[in-house]
């Protein structure tokens, strides 16, 4: 058996069966090359290969792509069966659908001289896994546990629908946390939303308040930005204090 993107062939001792499963398979291989050669998805698939799982707003900041331009090639990869995703309400987590997907980056890149994908190392999967920014707020293990301590003390409210909103005790909570929250930022822009964090099957906080959580703790000079990722890391300040608010799971 003889198995090439998006089909699979029977051989046969026949030579024009052989010559029809070499035509398919050179289709098939045509059409796989022409996902890749957009650079746009060259870089989408290149991103899943080295980071892993990731949402959509995520892969959008960090690739520098618009929503809906970021969407539409997803699509595309994913009815040609290079990615998969995974739904839970609006949040989409996108993977890559294969093992061979990754090495098949790693041949391309080889072949213009580059030493190809760059997996994430145990350590920095694990990095991410804690504590990382999503679009503009907290996500990981800390984001996680910092929203659910939040909505356990008051301070927040979810509805059913996954919508938050401030509760009794918000401004202090938010107070000890160094958001005031007057400072918030006047517009449309959805308050808060439980967003589904794809790491740890929980929920972090996002929307304007989430936002301003994070822009917080950065100002107090409790997270720092790892430059060129969106691992975010605890200061010493920010364990002594953060951490000392948190529940020990």
């Known amino acids: 058996m003889v198995v090439c993107w998006g089909s699979t062939v029977h051989a046969s001792s026949h030579p024009e069966h052989r010559d029809d499963e070499q035509g398919g398979a050179v289709g098939a291989a045509a059409d796989l090359a022409a996902e890749l050669a957009s650079p746009v998805r060259l870089r989408v698939l290149t991103h899943l290969a080295r980071e892993g799982a990731c949402q959509v707003r995520e892969m959008s900041q960090t690739l520098g792509l ?34 061979d997907i990754r090495e098949l980056l ?44 939040l909505l356990r003390r008051g301070a927040l409210h979810q509805d059913d629908d996954g919508n938050v909103d401030f509760g009794e005790q918000a401004e ?19 308050l808060g939303f439980a967003c589904r964090d794809w790491t740890q099957g929980r929920y972090h906080l996002g929307g304007a308040l989430g936002a301003a959580l994070l822009s917080g703790l950065f100002e107090r000079e409790w997270l720092t930005r790892e430059p060129g990722s969106r691992v975010l890391r605890l200061t010493g300040s920010g364990e002594r204090n953060l951490l000392a608010l948190l529940p020990r799971e």
């Open 172 to 190: 202090r909570a938010f107070i000890d946390l160094g958001v005031g929250l007057t400072a918030l930022p006047a517009g449309r822009r959805h």
């Open 106 to 149: 790693d041949v391309l890149y080889a072949a213009v001289g580059h030493p190809g994908v760059q997996d994430a190392t145990p350590n920095r999967r694990a990095a991410l896994a804690y504590c990382r920014s999503c679009y503009d707020h907290l996500a990981g293990e800390l984001g996680v546990r910092l929203y659910e301590w």
């Open 66 to 99: 618009g929503d809906s331009q970021l969407s539409n090639h997803l699509a595309r990869l994913r009815r040609r069966g290079l990615v998969e995703v995974e739904r839970s309400g609006r949040f989409a987590t996108y993977r890559l659908a294969d093992r």
